[in-house]
């Protein structure tokens, strides 16, 4: 293809993002397209079907775990004293479960399980995402993105034919999500009968710029009857109240049916300068705690965040057959699950040791932070370790580096409107999953479509809105 029909195809798939909102928030009145890539990465039907199985089956786990009590409070408490924000955690997980009666809000357990394919071992999980586990959205409009390019622009497809005009994989993240949380939003609503719309509330934080994304969802729940409203802690304290039946009530909207956070993992989440808190963000955490006191839809619920931690994935990567009996897993399951998860190690007095005796890049090194910038890699563990307080070690693990295998072949890449070409692009690949109540809340058992992120294997930092990853998607190789 000529240098002068890839820029004619860049330019015309910067406009195409634009038209279908795929893109950040630059301003109050002005946004920049999503980095993506101009051509799918490729995987086998057998390992995609894999990820998809391992995906439902770790949200059947990660329910159950989410619904254990005292196997949360035994697997958090030893890292609350070197991560404050667990601490509060676990405290506000107390309030909410401290009766003999189960808080009467509705679980709804929206999930993306990231796996990467190591070069080794195959694909294993990264890490759950429980809480803001978002751009599934955007996971879809850049699958048609590529089914667009590949129709107006097939020459962008041709740098290597054997796969390039494969079957693209469909990827209908938009419906299978809406669609889970309209079937929970829709219990709730039946249960209470009330006059007036079925009402949505998503939780967001201050000053986001990550809003397209979510406003696709919002607009796909709208068009399916559904009223939805967007407010930040901050803005809602206060404005909650109790109606008849546990029926939680929003000031000036009324009734809410379902509560979707796309807020509330970091501390940032709930302060508020203009409260006058005995501790950092105390008011408006006390305001998530009000909310799962209600009859209603909640995506993350506070066990739902805590056991899709770092800490509860490394507890389950140690885990034995009894142990996931336990949690309902039969054994093809357990194995299945036991299959994807990957080697994880708690801090320890010797760990410094452990490190140094394997090859640098043997290990990455995480705390329990979400999103980008909690992970630590090569010198930069041992110069961590060394500086850790005892307090502290609960609160990391080292699980084993996975060096992913890379694209077959060289790629383009669009970011802020310019091409750049990368030899050496690899995936991370997002399953989302749905369950109501414990039960799948999609019509494929709880699939609910996929995200795939790529970026150059020298950047550590892989996320789209927070590091060097950009939007992708998927084709069948065979």
Known sequence: ????????????????????????????????????????????????QHLKSAAQTLSKLIYAVSEDHGFLHDAIHPITAGDPFFSALLSMHQQIHSSATKPPRLPLLIMRSDFMDDQRDGHKLIEFNGIAAGMGPFGQR???????????WPAAYMQEPHQAMGELVSNHAIEGLSAGIAEATFKIKREFGDPGPARFLMIVQEHENNVFD??????????KGIETQRRTFRELHNQLSTGANNRLLLDGVGSLDTVYLRAGYQYSDYEATDLKEQRCCQALMATRVVIERHRVAVNATVAQQLATSKRVQM?????GEEGFAAFGLTPQEADTVRGVLGEMHPVTPDSLHFVKAAP?????????????????????ILAKLETLEPRQYQAWSLMGRLHPVPRPMSAWIVRKGELHRVTDLISELGMFTVQIDGNPGCAEQSFAGYLIRSKSAGSTEGGVHSGQGVLDSLVFSD
Not at 315 to 319: A, D, E, M, Q, Y
Not at 360 to 380: I, M, P, R, T, Y
């Open 214 to 223: 979510q406003h696709l969802l919002e607009l796909a729940l709208q068009r």
């Open 142 to 152: 850049i699958h048609e993105l590529h089914r667009y390019l590949q129709r107006q």
């Open 1 to 48: 293809m000529s240098s002068f029909d890839i820029q004619k195809a860049k330019d015309d798939a910067v406009e195409w993002a634009l038209t279908h909102g795929v893109a950040f928030k630059e301003s109050l009145y002005s946004a920049v397209h999503t980095p993506f890539t101009l051509a799918p990465t490729p995987i086998s039907q057998r390992d995609y």
């Open 360 to 380: 640098s890049n043997s290990w990455v090194l995480k705390n329990q932070g979400e999103g980008g910038g909690h992970c630590l890699f090569g010198a930069d």
């Open 315 to 319: 507890l389950l990567s140690r885990l």
